[in-house]
């Protein structure tokens, strides 16, 4: 593991007083965040495709994605190219509105402009829905059937983070649900390192600005 990430593990404090990271390493961490999230994307089709939602009509509503260049074509059905960018688009929507949120929050108290390094430092509390993410598709990939006869509630949540809700309870799935709240959780006191780092506030200030948003995403969907 590389040893800034592990810094960010075990020490954040240390992690976020150090100097900034490059925002392209803060955009990886999201893109590899959307990248997770796209593991989603195979279930929700076999839902779409299976008896259970039998109305072809939602694949031929959108149509087709085509890009042609010298006599080459590829071609993506509508709802899978959508599918595509929303899942992609979550987890940098999401850091926009939490870095957004959390600057505006710390207004009041904070000691410190630092705009850039809230943006950049923010990126780096989505890090837990890695976990959350790789945990809840080992489920699926256990335990969900190729061709599905019961309705399943599969999809991406704020912030960013896949949940899987089978039609009956399944301790396998109540326990991805567990690990992603608290990987939420995590990432909550991720976040107040960060905006504590970034905006020059207590730890206990940062936990204060984040706990609200936190909890309002802390469920399972």
Do not use: K
């Not at 896949?162 to 976040?191: D, I, K, Q």
């Amino acid at each position: 593991m590389d040893s800034r990430l592990w810094q960010l593990l075990v020490d954040p404090a240390a992690f976020f007083d150090a100097e900034m990271p490059p925002l392209s390493q803060s955009v990886g961490v999201l893109i590899a965040t959307g990248a997770m999230c796209l593991g989603v994307i195979p279930p929700v089709l076999s839902l779409l495709e299976s008896p259970v939602i039998p109305d072809e009509v939602v694949f031929d509503a959108f149509p087709p994605i085509r890009y042609v260049v010298s006599g080459w074509e590829v071609s993506i059905p509508g709802l899978v190219a959508i599918l595509l960018v929303s899942v992609l688009a979550v987890p940098l929507v999401a850091w926009i509105a939490f870095a957004t949120l959390f600057y505006l929050l710390s207004w009041p108290i904070a000691s410190e402009s630092g705009v850039d390094r809230t943006v950049s430092l923010v990126a780096w509390g989505f890090v837990p829905q890695l976990f959350a993410n790789g945990v809840t598709l080992a489920a699926l990939l256990a335990a969900f059937p190729a061709m599905p006869t019961e309705s399943w509630r599969i999809g991406v949540t704020v912030p960013a983070r896949l949940y899987a809700l089978p039609p009956a309870f399944e301790p396998l799935f109540a326990a991805a649900t567990v690990v992603g709240v608290g990987c939420t959780l995590w990432s909550g006191y991720l976040w107040a390192h960060a905006i504590a780092a970034a905006r020059g506030l207590t730890l206990r200030q940062g936990l204060a600005v984040v706990a609200g948003p936190t909890i309002l995403v802390v469920g399972p969907i």
